[in-house]
């Protein structure tokens, strides 16, 4: 592990306790738990039987997996930050939900050959050193025709400051914008769609300013179209 993957992964464990006080985090609120169960229910793609199996990664604590869960799908979470896994595994056993969850590294999943139909990736692309590489991998763990779904966006100034030394090296530091991400991800995809996210403050506790966004990307079958 390089120095500054050492220094991210003790920043994010470091932060794991009190990482739910955020509202989008911990979804205590039942307005802000809904607002995002709404989102996810719209943007999960259609399967047989309506279960899916879905990959978090980098999953926290585990609140997104919880919701995923909830709606009956197969739950595999993944972080690089030990605590944040075991807050997550806590997590789901508490609610009596179902998921596997794996300390490693989000833009590698420990996954093995495993493929899923959804790929989850919620406020990460801007801590990876290669997040290029990242969403290779991750479109590589689709099924054809499966799902990549990054939630994202660009905070406040975008300078990334009060994050780990080394920061600045990192190519997204401080987020990304809609269409920088939207130009990264179109060669791995059939079908790319932009959902701007920061006019609803239910989602974040709060009004925001800063741009904040999904991007729904429908991975290419095997005969070439997305579904």
């Known amino acids: 592990m390089t120095r500054l993957m050492t220094a991210i992964t003790g920043y994010w464990d470091a932060a794991a ?6 509202p989008d985090h911990g979804l205590r609120s039942d307005r802000t738990r809904a607002a995002w169960d709404r989102l996810l229910r719209a943007w999960t793609p259609a399967a ?10 980098g999953c926290g604590t585990g609140s ?3 919701l995923l869960a909830g709606a009956g799908h197969r739950v595999t979470g993944v972080d690089v930050a030990p605590r944040m896994v075991e807050l997550a595994r806590a997590k ?17 999943p420990p996954t093995g050959d495993e493929r899923f139909d959804l790929v989850l990736c919620r406020h990460l692309v801007w801590t990876l050193p290669d997040p290029h590489a990242a969403l290779r991998a991750w479109a590589g763990r689709l099924r054809p ?11 406040g100034d975008g ?3 009060g994050y780990v030394g080394g920061a600045e090296a990192l190519p997204w530091n401080g987020g990304v914008t809609a269409a920088d991400l939207a130009a990264a991800v179109r060669p791995l995809a059939g079908d790319v769609h932009v959902e701007p996210l920061s006019d609803d403050p239910d ?20 005969d070439g179209d997305s579904v």
């Open 17 to 22: 306790g009190a990482f739910d006080d955020e």
């Open 203 to 222: 989602l974040w506790g709060g009004p925001v300013s800063d741009e904040r966004y999904a991007l729904v990307a429908d991975i290419r079958g095997d």
């Open 145 to 155: 025709g499966g799902r990549l779904l990054l939630i994202e966006g660009r905070w």
């Open 48 to 57: 047989p039987g309506g279960v899916l199996d879905v990959l978090d990664v």
């Open 92 to 108: 789901l056993a508490a609610a009596g939900l179902t998921g596997r969850f794996a300390v490693g590294d989000a833009a590698s």
């Open 64 to 66: 997104l997996s919880a």
């Open 159 to 161: 300078d990334g400051g």
